[in-house]
């Protein structure tokens, strides 16, 4: 029988909204990390845009062969025949059309950051190639960032802009959130996904399977979005620790 597959990036949200539902939901699948810029053209070759259009990661593609190139189809998709399934409520789409330009502008940001800093350059040139390799590839991981840059018309001069954006969700947002009791397994929602994974952008996450180093971490962390949300992250990792 053929597999299904996961492109991805596993630090990227985007990409980790798609696996916890397609775990959650049980469904087998090959995962395959990609790599920015010198895998563009596997990823094209897998994903199959039309012309002109992009080629994004989370991609999955069932083991009927059927493309799903968004996150919240993804989820949709591991939703299918499921007895609960994780979208329930109509706004889920909204939420995530109003998470879409802040994790967007998240993205300049962590661009930034990580070419400004060349112990991040290596951790990202460590992702690619042996470490022993990485201090070579250093240039390149920084090509890669700015093609990432580039592909998604990130800015890399709005960090102010970024924060502020993000606080303005998350003041938002968690007033819906019954912070003292995170959902279980049984309970766990498509919103709760999405707002945990955005939360990845002020705090990764400490789980296995998103592997960031130090320096990386940082580029992603914002301490003072982190000291001011710190009950937000603290429902976060109980969330992760009871239905992830
Ligand atoms: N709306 C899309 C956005 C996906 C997206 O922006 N993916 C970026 C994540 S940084 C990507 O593919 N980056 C890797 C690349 O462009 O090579 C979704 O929800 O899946």
């Known amino acids: 029988m053929p597999h299904a597959h996961l492109y991805g990036l596993a630090y990227s949200p985007w990409t980790e909204r798609a696996r916890w539902a397609l775990d959650h939901h049980g469904v087998v699948y090959r995962y395959h990390e990609h790599v920015p810029m010198l895998g563009e053209p596997l990823l094209r ?11 994004t990661v989370p991609l999955f593609i069932d083991d009927r062969g059927e493309r799903f190139m968004d996150s919240l189809a993804i989820i949709e998709r591991a939703d299918r025949g499921a007895s609960r399934p994780l979208v329930t409520d109509p706004t889920t789409r909204a939420l995530a059309a109003k998470i879409e330009p ?16 060349p112990e991040a350059l290596r951790e990202s040139a460590t992702a690619a190639v042996p470490a022993f390799m990485a201090g070579l590839a250093a240039p390149v991981a920084a090509q890669g960032a700015k093609f990432i840059a580039k592909k998604h018309d990130a800015s890399l001069s ?3 802009e970024s924060i502020a954006l993000m606080r303005a969700l998350l003041t938002e947002v968690s007033p819906t959130i019954d912070l003292e009791h995170p959902h279980t397994r049984e309970t766990l929602t498509a919103e709760d996904i999405l707002v945990a994974t955005l939360l990845h952008a002020v705090r990764p996450a400490h789980v296995s399977h998103i592997t960031l180093g130090p320096a990386s971490r940082r580029a992603w962390s914002s301490d003072e979005l982190a000291a001011e949300f710190s009950a937000l992250l603290a429902w976060r990792d109980a969330l992760y620790q009871s239905a992830r």
């Open 45 to 55: 070759m897998h994903a199959k845009p039309a012309p002109g259009q992009r080629a």
């Open 158 to 160: 709005a960090e102010r």
């Open 102 to 117: 802040v994790l967007r502008a998240t993205r300049g940001r962590v661009t930034a950051r990580i070419l400004a800093d």
